[in-house]
């Protein structure tokens, strides 16, 4: 009788552990080429942008009950010579300020998710530590973004600043240097993950 508990005992725990892990799900996502990212800077004429032509990136996530438990890796590529501003004389410069010959691609991980706070039904904000790797020099930097999910769609919208000089890429110059772009950047993402 007591060996007959005992498996009913055990029997009970490998049923709830297996349910348990059950409604934990692990997804993995790829970036949409609709994704949008765009970097901002300014000049001591205008303000400027480039749009990054191509990129690729994919994300893999836990659920649990369809809510967003964990994000546990994050990485976006972008060739550095797909930036675009639609000045070629400004984008030569730019490819010529982070090195592109030597340095192809600015690569984005995430390192750690400090926190995930629901601020609706499919909606949530994320804060925690990522690597930024901008011509050859990477350096860690705190991060925030929103995360929708929407079926088999993922949603990561944000923005996030950066000084040039950070990465020793000296500010572009134009025109003999008379006009100079200023040292900050705001790198904004608008990224769709499909699975």
């Not at 994000?71 to 060739?79: A, D, H, K, N, R």
């Not at 690597?131 to 919208?157: C, D, E």
Request: aromatic share 8%; no cysteine.
């Amino acid at each position: 009788m007591k060996v007959l508990k005992s498996y009913q005992v055990i029997l009970t725990g490998v049923f709830f552990m297996l349910l348990t892990a059950g409604s934990m799900v692990g997804q993995n996502f790829r970036m949409d080429n609709s994704s949008e990212i765009i970097v901002e800077g300014t000049s001591n004429i205008h303000d400027w942008e480039m749009k990054a032509n191509s990129k690729k990136g994919g994300a893999t996530i836990t659920t649990e009950d369809g809510k967003l438990t964990g994000i546990s890796s994050l990485q976006v590529t972008v060739p550095a010579e797909s930036l675009d501003s639609g000045k070629g004389g400004m984008d030569k410069n730019a490819y010529k300020a982070l090195n592109t010959s030597e340095y192809k691609n600015i690569e984005f991980k995430l390192d750690e998710v400090k926190k995930i706070e629901a601020q609706g039904s499919d909606s949530y904000k994320v804060n925690g530590l990522a690597t930024l790797k901008i011509s050859g020099v990477s350096k860690q930097v705190p991060v925030a973004f929103t995360v929708k999910l929407s079926g088999n769609k993922l949603q990561i919208n944000g923005e996030q600043k950066i000084n040039m000089t950070h990465y020793k890429v000296d500010p572009p110059t134009a025109m003999f240097g008379t006009i100079t772009t200023g040292e900050d950047l705001t790198i904004k993402f608008k990224s769709t993950f499909s699975k």
